[in-house]
């Protein structure tokens, strides 16, 4: 890797990716979109004036990292029930082979995960959410504890690596369209009340062109019936869960911070917290058009 490059990515082995020659390219620290933009464009450059070959393999994919430390639990998981309302949709366009993927299964494949998600929520007790049984979910909620991120799993690794910075945007685009929410229920409502057709094309905005589809009523409808497990897990008028409440249950990081006991058994160690950074947010308009980045070469 040229120096330019290395500045901004790492090589490590990944257990999951077969032959002598794999490797998962990993960015060294959190980036901005502008940043991500710059830094995937030059990976790209080098990659072809080495000629590195990349395989579309169904036990490999792009994880996307979203930034929340600077959300509220609440915030989050409102973000979580917008995401999983249209998980049907983002999926359909993620690549054959990804729909029902051991590796990022949707919330259809693994329902389990929702009735974790609303057994936190309504019993104020998050650190099941750490647990490694739930890694492999499309939305993964295990980098929460440790980064201070949700990780998304489920796009394919295009040979043409520019068409991950839109998936990207699209991503981070429903984190802020989330914001305008004032809990989970409401957005369940609003769907309600202007049917999943104008709800996916309010919330996607310019990019819904690139995911309209005949039965996109369909999938919305389907990726709502499984957010509402979620959105009416709890009275949110009232949800208010103290930091001592989301780190539960032990979890092995450098960060500290005491945890009160649990169930009348004392434990006698500590738990992370994650640093409150917030990473930078730039908002940069692309001269090219994003409605041919899901096209296969």
């Given at each position: ?9 790492k ?9 002598p020659?794999?490797?998962e390219y990993?960015?060294r620290?959190?980036l ?8 995937i464009?030059?990976l ?28 509220t ?10 995401y999983?309302?249209?998980e049907?949709?983002?999926?359909r ?46 939305m ?12 998304f799993r ?33 957005i ?5 009340m202007?049917g ?13 062109e ?11 409808m ?5 957010a ?9 008028d009232?949800?208010?869960?103290t930091?001592?409440?989301f ?10 911070a005491q945890?009160?006991p ?9 738990v992370p ?7 930078e947010r ?16």
């Open positions: 890797i040229k120096n330019s490059v290395n500045t901004l990515w090589l490590e082995r990944d257990g999951s990716l077969q032959g020659e794999t490797k990993v960015f620290k959190p901005s979109e502008r940043q991500m933009d710059t830094a464009r030059l790209k450059s080098n990659m072809e004036e080495v000629g590195t070959t990349i395989f579309d393999s169904v036990r490999a994919g792009v994880h996307v990292h979203i930034n929340v430390l600077d959300m639990l609440k915030q989050i998981f409102t973000f979580a029930t917008l999983y309302c249209l049907e949709v983002l999926i366009i993620c690549g054959e082979g990804r729909a029902g993927n051991l590796f990022c299964r949707r919330a259809s494949d693994a329902e389990f995960i929702l009735y974790r998600l609303s057994e936190a929520i309504s019993r104020n007790c998050f650190g099941n959410l750490a647990r490694d049984d739930i890694r492999y979910c499309a993964n909620f295990n980098p929460l504890f440790k980064y201070g991120t949700l990780e489920a796009m394919r690794t295009p040979k043409d690596i520019t068409k991950v910075i839109p998936w990207a945007k699209i991503l981070d685009h429903i984190r802020v369209k989330s914001l305008d929410y004032d809990s989970p229920t409401s369940i409502m609003e769907m309600s202007n999943g057709h104008d709800f996916a094309q309010d919330i996607l905005g310019d990019f819904f690139a995911f309209n589809r005949d039965d996109i009523e369909i999938d919305v389907k990726g709502v019936r499984n509402q497990i979620l959105a009416f897990s709890t009275d949110w009232t949800f208010n869960p930091r001592d409440d780190y539960r249950r032990p979890i092995r990081n450098g960060f500290k945890v009160e649990r169930r009348g058994f004392e434990m006698p160690f500590e917290v994650p640093e409150a950074v917030v990473i730039v908002v940069h308009n692309d001269d090219e058009d994003d409605d041919e980045w899901f096209e296969e070469e």
